[in-house]
């Protein structure tokens, strides 16, 4: 049987070209206001994943088992 990759993973994180893991900062939906600028600012951005997890989130995503 064909091993499946985690949809989840897959949708969230995005792979660049040089191999580095993106994602995305949490809580961005709602309750924002009372963030400081700062705070606002660094959420538009992307967050690289760190090297600890990398390898773990890159198994996830081509569909081998853990």
């Known amino acids: 049987m064909k091993t499946k ?14 191999g580095k893991l993106l994602k995305r900062y949490g809580g961005q939906d709602h309750f924002n206001a009372r ?3 700062n705070t606002t600012r660094k959420k538009r951005r992307d967050k690289t ?11 996830l995503m081509s ?3 853990s």
């Open 63 to 65: 569909g081998y088992k």
């Open 5 to 18: 990759s985690r949809k989840t993973i897959v949708k969230r994180i995005k792979m660049t070209k040089t």
């Open 49 to 59: 994943v760190s090297k600890a997890f990398a390898r773990n989130i890159k198994m």
């Open 35 to 37: 963030e400081s600028g």
